[in-house]
């Protein structure tokens, strides 16, 4: 197959009248089209702009059934999985799984849709936890046994979430390290500062990188919408801010902020509102509700159902301004980590509550350019960049040897990035066209079934 390419973003830089050569799914070459091409060749198609399936670099495969789940225990994995073929996500980096779900994903993704997926297994935390898919581990030595059972059980990488304390992580990070494995960690107990420090290769959650000692009224901030406040009064030049930033950029540390997922724990308007909800419906069916709320005398009956899952503030309007303040700053302090040089990576944080599998991908990267990255360098964030996270040189980028892995857009996303999301696109996954109306019908099915 052929591709010829007005534009061709590689994953590095972007390449004007090009032929982009697929043959057994991988790129065979990228030529000239004023150059005859000696590759045989039937299949031609044009591309107004053509760029690598997205990475998503923070998200977990996971739903769940509301009813008895016997003979169907992945349906909602499936679902999620599909959605991020739509979307053009064509490698996943998931952060927290069961070994059982990182398993099943990998081989019913291989064989249905080609995505990529790599995957950290059960988190490495202590008590008291936040997932079910955790090994407790509260000293050195429960660590590195830890990390071994998880490399030799085959996972690709090391999470450590929240409440890990700092000798435990840097004892993690030894040993993943010795096994020539990276460690990513989720600021908490252990800070970002403190993490960095402890050679810590990715961080997530940008929400979660303020101290006391940069912002002091966070020591009490007990909610995600309350550390979001907590943000309108972070000072972006404090000396504990330089230290940070310092720190990330000498030791090389790569962080994933998913701003998409702090803006919808905060405003929960914004929640009940995503367009896509109905996809959520069929993986995580609490957000039924949401659905419901869409109207005065069904927001205060959700609320009260909503409880039951999850705490849901109600802001006055200094609470309200306080939020978009933080908001706003947190997209100044990461528009200041890429001006540093920090590498970034793209992720979604799926599926979190409203945050649509595949579809998130790009309003995340919205997010990015409102806070002043330029296109280009974000494209390269949820490819490239995250390719070099994951340490695969065949996924990210379009080159000789690389896996084909193509979104074709009739527009340009260096211009507008939404332009990754339009519904026209085509996407190629291993070099074979993901028959996207066939998993739009099998979605409608699915959310069927939960309605």
Not at 283 to 310: A, C, D, E, T, V
Not at 353 to 358: C, E, L, M, R, T
Request: one cysteine or more; hydrophobic letters at 45%; glycine letters at 6%.
């Amino acid at each position: 197959m052929i591709i010829e390419c007005e534009q061709l973003f590689d994953g590095e830089t972007v390449q004007r009248d090009v032929r982009l050569v697929i043959d057994a799914g991988r790129v065979q070459a990228i030529e000239p089209l004023a150059q005859p091409t000696a590759f045989a060749h039937d299949d031609v198609i044009s591309a107004p702009f053509a760029m690598p399936g997205l990475i998503d670099s923070q998200a977990r495969v996971f739903g769940y059934h509301e009813g008895p789940p016997e003979g169907r225990p992945f349906e909602p994995h499936t679902c999620f999985l599909r959605l991020m073929a739509y979307a053009g996500v064509t490698t996943i980096r998931d952060v927290g799984n069961t070994l059982e779900t990182l398993q099943f994903s990998r081989r019913w993704a291989s064989e249905q849709h080609g995505l990529h997926i790599y995957g950290s297994g059960p988190l490495l935390d202590d008590v008291p936890l936040t997932w079910a898919f955790t090994r407790i581990v509260d000293t050195p030595s429960e660590a590195e046994r830890a990390v071994r059972l998880l490399l030799d059980a085959g996972v690709d990488f090391i999470a450590a979430y929240r409440h890990m304390q700092p000798n435990v992580l840097r004892a993690t990070v030894e040993a993943s390290h010795a096994m020539q494995h990276t460690v990513q960690a989720h600021p908490g107990a252990t800070s970002a500062l403190a993490a960095a420090q402890a050679g810590i290769d990715a961080l997530a959650g940008l929400a979660d990188f303020l101290e006391p000692a940069w912002v002091a009224t966070v020591a009490a901030a007990q909610s995600a919408v309350e550390r979001v406040q907590a943000w309108a009064e972070a000072e972006l030049d404090h000396d504990y801010a330089a230290a940070l930033l310092d720190s990330l950029v000498s030791n090389c540390v790569y962080v994933c902020p998913t701003l998409l997922a702090t803006r919808r724990r905060a405003i929960f308007d914004e929640a009940i509102n995503e367009q896509n909800i109905d996809y959520m419906v069929a993986i995580m069916p609490y957000h039924r509700h949401f659905k419901s709320m869409r109207n005065p005398i069904g927001y205060m009956i959700g609320k009260r159902q909503l409880s039951n899952y999850m705490p849901v503030a109600d802001l006055d309007k200094p609470g309200q301004q306080a939020v978009d303040r933080g908001l706003e700053r947190m997209r100044s302090w990461l528009l200041k980590l890429h001006e540093a040089g920090v590498p970034l990576v793209v992720g979604s944080d799926t599926p979190t509550q409203s945050v649509v599998p595949g579809h998130s991908m790009v309003q995340e990267m919205q997010q990015w350019v409102l806070s002043g990255i330029p296109p280009l360098a974000v494209l390269k964030a949820a490819t490239s960049t995250a390719a070099d996270l994951l340490g695969v040189a065949d996924v990210g980028r379009l080159r000789p040897g690389a896996w084909a892995d193509v979104l074709v857009l009739n527009a340009d996303p260096l211009q507008k990035i939404t332009a990754i999301g339009t519904p026209e696109k085509q996407v190629y996954c291993r070099g074979q066209l993901v028959d996207r109306a066939a998993i739009r019908a099998q979605l409608t099915a699915q959310i069927e079934q939960q309605a």
